[in-house]
């Protein structure tokens, strides 16, 4: 058996709003999206080096406010680059916990995402 990537799926409520701090702030790029109809709910794939989220509009996807880990190399220059966009709402930090070290966001809808540079075995 063969196991493949996982992809969290994150609620949304607003593509303009998500637009803004997923490709915007955070660098991430569509890869496809979806609606059953016009000014109907939109799903999508968005990606990043490696790292793929799904956002969606639909009622009864995902769950508002969870928590989503994203392993990272290069953390501190992952850092710096968000902190040069200037992002009205969010000044993330760079944190050094005993597992590594993190840059923790919250997304305009209340999802967590956690950026982690594991330390080095």
Known sequence: MLLGPVIPILRIFDVPKADEFYLGFLGF???????YSSGGPTYRQISRSGAFL???????????????????????????ELHQKEYRHARPGL???????????????????????PNPE
């Not at 790029?29 to 609606?35: A, C, G, K, S």
């Not at 995902?62 to 710096?80: C, D, H, L, M, R």
């Open 54 to 80: 799904h956002l969606t509009e639909h009622f009864g996807d995902g769950t508002p406010g969870t928590a989503t880990q994203i392993t990272v190399t290069g953390i501190a220059e992952f850092w710096k």
């Open 29 to 35: 790029q569509v890869d496809w999206e979806h609606t």
């Open 95 to 117: 944190e050094r916990q005993p597992w590594g070290r993190t840059v923790d966001v919250s997304d305009p809808f209340g999802n967590q995402l956690r950026f982690l540079e």
